[in-house]
């Protein structure tokens, strides 16, 4: 039996529609604050995680998909049911690391509960595009340029365990995704850009180095590509065989109306 | 005698109003897209540096500063002088160049022509404030975790030649500054925080490690206080001695009168 811990975004969604369409069993849980268009069939807190293990063994669970995003809760005592208490020291400590730390920690504690963790992209391998570009518009020299700038910095980032993705436009960082994520950050280049910047440029996407596989590896969809346009952007770059491409159809149709290349550019150029 | 390469913001005007008041002087050169405020003696582009270093020698500048920030431009080769084609390759170069290569660049072509370059916490070593808590309100221990958490992420980045602040809550990174500044990544995070992000914060700002100091160090003002406190954060942290503070007694009653900490924080806490 497998079970998907579903954040929020449209990932949760797409393997819940693959699970159904293919008649395979799936128990899905909607992480609290997750909207609710996936109608789970086990809504959980933080503070129940214990719960939800024990929960999940009792139903036979042998593999879990986490996918979607989840906010950094914090831990309120009040809520915690009895089986997550002797782990509270372990989720605070999770809290308090970067992203990759909090994820490994969460993703230990299914293991010790003799479960299997998967990617979302090991379920849905037709999630990770192959090489190549893949819309009508091309990248120029100035874009692989600026993609090959991206991948340095993005690594540079991953060293302090923050950010998956950046903005670059003539070879220079215009925004460098934090905490609030991609979406904002290209929302935050929104609008006709300052005096004095670089026109153009890209958004690039990569996991982290080192980035544990077993928990989501890093998504676009069509909304990204739509907020790249709308941030004046020439095009997407992501790394082959890192990042997710959701709704591939209606993201390619949304870059190809907007002029907009989708790179899948593999590591290293 | 001494020259000013003048850029945009407060400090060249700080430079300006010491020398005049110290009746010393100063050969003011405004870089063209530089504000007015200055009624500089010289006007020149990028594209006239060459003229510009043959009239500093004629003049008898051997010291120069440079202050303010300047936006990396294009090269319009329609408007070089003969005096700046002969270094067109090398101008091209720095263009290309992450903003401390850039700046390494200009300033080899100025020592080149003989003339020293200083920067502007040489000339006014007031401008570094030493270590401690400037204002009435205190960081506390959270606070402390966030600003060591800064200063990783500030290393970090530094290894891509990119940035020298951030905004840190509760051990994240809410903000990451690239090309537009400061100002701008506090703008972005303005008005009510996104559900699920951590609450309060706080703006740290430290040059990148190995630094060029012949060049600006990263600089604070009211201005930056008054524009943290409208992202909602609790306070600034500094680095001790690599972080200038522009009109302190200003930036000092700013702080006090939003309740933030300003705290001037020696390399490593």
Redesign the interface.
Known sequence: MRALIAGQGRLPELLVERHRAAGEALVVCGYA?APGRLDPDISFHLERLGGLLRELRRRGVREVCMAGAV???KLRVWRLDFATLRIVPRLARAL???DDGALREVIALFEENGMTVRGAHEILPDLLPGPGVLTKAQPRDGDRRDAARGE??V???G??D??QA??VA???????????GTD?MLA?LAGPR?????AGGLLFKAPKPGQDRRADLPAIGPGTIRAAAGAGLRGVVIEAGGVMLLDREEALAAADAAGLFLWVRPKGG
Chains 1, 2 share one sequence.
């Open positions: 604050g906010r950094r809760p308090g690391k970067g340095e910095i690594a540079a980032m060293a302090a923050i950010g950046c903005v003539a070879g220079q960082a215009l925004a460098i995704e934090a905490l609030p904002w935050s300052e005096e004095g910047l670089p």
